[in-house]
């Protein structure tokens, strides 16, 4: 089964809006939450990541939302430019075991 | 550069070959991932490396799979009788034990069997 549901599977964005990716996770264990970000032809490149034992983390126009009853995280991308047009990976990883685990994706694009 | 290195980037393959994929992983970094990632999917992982022993396999690694580590290094990975559902990509990724859950992958290898 899926271990990390991630949603929307693609979502276009206007030039200087906010893109908003979701995911959902199941298994408590897991105990920190990256995101990963891939060009075409590239490997997935990490972005920014997370601990359930904060609710928001902020690396310039990227934040994550934590929301540990939930057991939802999401990606906030503001002022969204065309460079930012990439796939787009939550994960979800346990330090007592691994591997980490992705989502299917988002491919976000933005427009001019 | 000094980031992960895979070779070769893309191979072309009729079913039925065999093919070796090699992962050269960042310096100093005792544990070595081996991912598998198809169009519209993330990466699935197949297996890791911690230094030269390997401590896990997915159920999705047959037996026709099979990698190494055999000094610590770099890995290989071949896959035997390739069959067409192993198109994809294959990534490799590395990291330092003691720093928690952050990866850094290569840029793959693209793996088409006709």
């Known amino acids: 089964q899926q271990q990390v549901k991630q949603s929307p599977q693609s979502l276009i964005v206007q030039k200087g809006g906010i893109s908003i990716i979701n995911c959902a996770y199941e298994?408590?264990?897991?105990?920190?939450f990256p995101w990963y970000q891939q060009f075409p032809g590239k490997g997935p490149a990490l972005l920014i990541a997370?601990?359930?034992?904060?609710s928001e983390k902020k690396e310039g126009r990227f934040t994550i939302s934590f929301n540990k009853s939930a057991k939802q995280f999401s990606l906030h991308i503001m002022d969204s430019q065309p460079g930012d047009s990439a796939t787009y990976f939550c994960?979800?990883?346990?330090?007592?075991?691994?591997?980490?685990?992705f989502g299917k994706g988002t491919r976000l694009s933005v427009i001019a | 550069d000094t980031g992960v290195s895979q070779n070769p980037r893309h191979k072309i393959t009729k079913r039925g070959q065999n093919v070796t994929f090699r992962c050269d992983p960042i310096?100093?970094?005792?544990?070595l991932y081996w991912y598998r990632q198809t169009l519209g999917q993330g990466p699935e992982f197949l297996t890791y490396?911690?230094?030269?022993?390997?401590?896990?396999k997915s159920r999705l690694l047959s037996d026709r799979f099979s990698a190494e580590r055999p000094k610590g290094s770099f890995s290989t990975l071949e896959i035997q009788r390739t069959e067409q559902g192993d198109s994809a990509m294959y990534l490799c990724?590395?990291?330092?034990?003691?720093?928690?859950?952050?990866?850094?992958f290569g840029e793959g290898s693209w793996l088409t069997v006709v």
């Open positions: 990724a590395s990291s330092l034990i003691y720093i928690i859950g952050t990866i850094y």
């Open positions: 298994n408590t264990a897991f105990d920190y």
């Open positions: 997370i601990r359930p034992d904060v």
């Open positions: 994960a979800a990883w346990n330090s007592g075991n691994t591997p980490l685990v």
């Open positions: 310096s100093e970094h005792n544990r």
């Open positions: 490396f911690q230094n030269e022993a390997q401590l896990e």
